[in-house]
């Protein structure tokens, strides 16, 4: 079974890619996927950064306080 079946996209995710007055999206599930995918990995990743910004600014804000 392919992995593009088993990859859970949500719909409003599907819907960026469906055009107006359309009910299909314009992209393959398969372009979809692996954008979702994309996505996916670039927000795990930027979790980290936004924890230690997040972390840092209440850190300068308890220290400016």
Same mark, same amino acid.
């Given at each position: 079974?392919?992995?593009?079946?088993?990859?859970?996209?949500?719909?409003?995710?599907?819907?960026?890619?469906?055009a107006?007055?359309?009910?299909?999206?314009?992209e393959s599930?398969?372009?979809?996927?692996?954008?979702y &995918?994309?996505c996916?990995? $670039?927000?795990?990743? =930027?979790? &980290?950064?936004?924890?230690? $910004?997040?972390?840092? =600014?209440?850190e300068?804000?308890s220290?400016?306080?």
């Amino acid at each position: 079974m392919s992995d593009y079946n088993q990859i859970d996209i949500p719909a409003s995710f599907i819907a960026l890619f469906v055009a107006p007055y359309r009910q299909k999206p314009s992209e393959s599930r398969h372009v979809v996927a692996d954008r979702y &995918e994309l996505c996916e990995d $670039m927000a795990t990743m =930027l979790t &980290e950064t936004a924890k230690n $910004m997040l972390f840092s =600014l209440c850190e300068w804000l308890s220290i400016s306080a």
